[in-house]
């Protein structure tokens, strides 16, 4: 079972505000999705590779060449605020 | 006091001069309007993918090769996942536990002595986007946004943490940076930032094998800072335990106006990174045959021709190691060579008088006014005793300045040395007559005297009588 305070870092991560109901709730949740996935430790994994992916693909490359870019307008379109061509965010520091 | 030893690391990222971003075909020039270098896949939309530069894997391995290190057979990449508006993702594309390169080296010279300074590893991975703030950083309650630099692909370096002064990391630095000029896959400008520096710092008392606490350094924008910083950085924490204090993991920022590092982040919170391996980029299997194919393209480098210098031209190895420190120096200098067989000579014009008006105007050498075949054409004047050492400075730095050849500059401003003993002997005599009480202390035995007479006769020739002559005539007359 997970802890609360896993819960609160996990969401501390996310950036997620929750109330003492939510962090009950997703502490039996996601410890209910973790004990699922243990499942996996049942097999015997000894020899075969960590995957890097499921797909059977490699060396996907692109050619060193330019393309268009997006115009401004659309670039900030979803921008909450703007000054300028620049997004304008709440400093973090 | 106890006796204290510093442990250094750095971690250099350094941006390659590709033509388009890591993942995307938008541009890496440096500059433009804000936001206007971004295309869906930088800007991280929804539905985007990622599609490798090959161009960057191969200057990553040029890269990886020129430090010595062994090429990875198979490489990925991961996210690093982290909230910050540089990054509009909210990770970073960037490579965890299977990087490009690893195990390498690299030898600096220090105080004579030649240590080297293991190489962890190279790896792969993205650019952030670069936030500016109107107005007082501590006071506006904003972040500008652009994210034209997003995406501009970068090579970390990390070094292990065998560096034990200040002096050493500066030195690991220029040889690093050196090195990677002359490979040709960036230009490695810190004030431009595609060369930046971070060092992991700590002490311990000498002797003992486990190392301190260390704290990690950041913002050092200038060899010259990373020097100082590390320097404060080994006082401040000697200082902490001397006081019985004990060292805090964190990160600091070198403050370059108060010449202190400060701390950056007061909470004590461990980077959760969350690594995991990016489902959107497939694997690379490295080609041995490329790997070949890059090796034999790489150029000879700065420790390579350095030992060149010393061998075939005798030069010593502290000139030979400020000639090779970048390649369009070491290039400029065996051009110049060509005209003029004199490595010595050369080498002293390059190091001293050129190297001072470069830096003084601030100038590239691949942009100075006097070309190698000019410098040569200068040094065959004096030779031939056209002008004198003195002069060929002041010739030198009129053709610094107007990129004319030293012949015409001569013509133009009556350089030409005297060597005509009649014209300097009538200057000697009026100098002799204009200064009887001189003349008389050196005949008592004050060899002092003489230079006061050749200074006056130079005086009078407007620095142009061979010096040579005007020794002898005086001693002559005297």
Redesign the interface.
């Known amino acids: 079972m997970l802890t609360i305070s896993e819960v609160e870092?996990v969401a501390l991560?996310g950036?997620l505000e929750l109330t003492g109901e939510e962090k009950k709730l997703y502490q039996e949740q996601l410890s209910a999705i973790l004990e699922y996935a243990k499942k996996l430790d049942d097999l015997d994994t000894g020899d075969v590779l960590p995957?890097?992916?499921?797909?059977p693909?490699?060396?996907?490359?692109?050619?060193?060449?330019?393309?268009?870019?997006?115009e401004?307008e659309r670039?900030?379109a979803n921008a909450p605020e703007r000054?300028?061509?620049?997004?304008?965010?709440?400093?973090?520091? | 006091m106890a006796d204290y030893e510093a442990v250094i690391g750095l971690e250099v990222h350094v941006e390659l001069k590709t033509n388009t971003k890591i993942f995307c075909h938008s541009t890496t020039a440096f500059g433009g309007e804000p936001n206007t270098h971004v295309c869906p896949v930088c800007l991280g939309l929804p539905g985007v993918l990622p599609v490798l530069n090959k161009r960057v894997v191969e200057y990553a391995i040029r890269a990886g090769l020129a430090l010595n290190c062994q090429i990875a057979g198979f490489s990925k990449f991961d996210r690093k996942n982290y909230y910050y508006p540089d990054l509009p993702k909210n990770y970073q594309i960037s490579q965890y536990d299977l990087p490009l390169a690893e195990h390498g080296f690299i030898d600096i010279d220090i105080e004579g002595q030649t240590k080297r300074i293991g190489i962890t590893r190279v790896h792969m991975e993205e650019d952030a986007g670069k936030l500016v703030h109107q107005g007082s950083i501590s006071t506006t309650p904003y972040s500008l946004v652009d994210y034209n630099r997003t995406g501009v692909p970068l090579i970390e370096i990390v070094s292990e943490p065998d560096m034990r002064s200040p002096e050493e990391a500066r030195a690991y630095l220029d040889k690093l940076k050196a090195i990677i000029q002359y490979t040709g896959v960036s230009d490695c400008k810190m004030e431009e930032g595609s060369l930046r520096c971070d060092a992991n710092v700590s002490v311990r008392p000498r002797g003992r094998a486990e190392f301190g606490t260390r704290a990690e350094i950041k913002n050092m924008n200038s060899f010259r800072a990373l020097q100082k910083a590390v320097a404060y950085e080994i006082e401040r924490q000697i200082d902490v335990l001397e006081e019985g204090g004990r060292v805090v993991q964190e990160t600091r920022t070198w403050e370059e106006n108060k010449g202190i590092t400060m701390s950056m982040r007061s909470k004590e919170e461990a980077h959760d990174y969350r690594y995991f391996p990016d489902p959107d980029l497939v694997p690379m299997i490295i080609d041995r045959d490329w790997v070949e194919e890059i090796r034999a393209s790489l150029p000879e480098l700065p420790g390579q021709r350095k030992e060149r210098y010393v061998r075939e031209l005798g030069l010593s190895p502290y000139d030979a190691e400020v000639l090779t420190t970048t390649k369009e120096t070491a290039d400029y200098f065996e051009e110049c060579l060509k005209s003029y067989p004199n490595a010595k000579i050369i080498g002293n014009w390059v190091m001293g008088e050129l190297s001072r008006l470069l830096n003084a105007g601030n100038i590239e050498i691949s942009l100075c006014n006097i070309t190698p075949g000019q410098l040569a054409d200068m040094l065959k004047l004096m030779d031939k005793g056209t002008i004198s050492g003195k002069i060929a400075k002041t010739v030198f730095e009129e053709m610094f300045d107007s990129g004319k050849d030293p012949e015409q500059i001569v013509k133009e401003k009556g350089l030409m040395q005297i060597s005509d003993e009649g014209a300097i002997a009538s200057e000697v005599d009026r100098v002799l007559a204009d200064n009887p009480k001189v003349v008389e202390d050196y005949r008592a035995g004050k060899e002092k005297a003489l230079g006061f007479l050749v200074g006056q006769v130079m005086k009078a020739t407007r620095g142009k009588a061979n010096p040579d002559l005007v020794n002898k005539l005086l001693r002559d007359k005297m």
Do not use: W, Y
């Open positions: 870092h991560l950036r995957t890097a992916h499921v797909l693909l490699k060396n996907v490359f692109r050619q060193d060449e330019a393309g268009s870019h997006l401004s670039v900030l000054d300028g061509n620049f997004f304008k965010v709440p400093k973090i520091v």
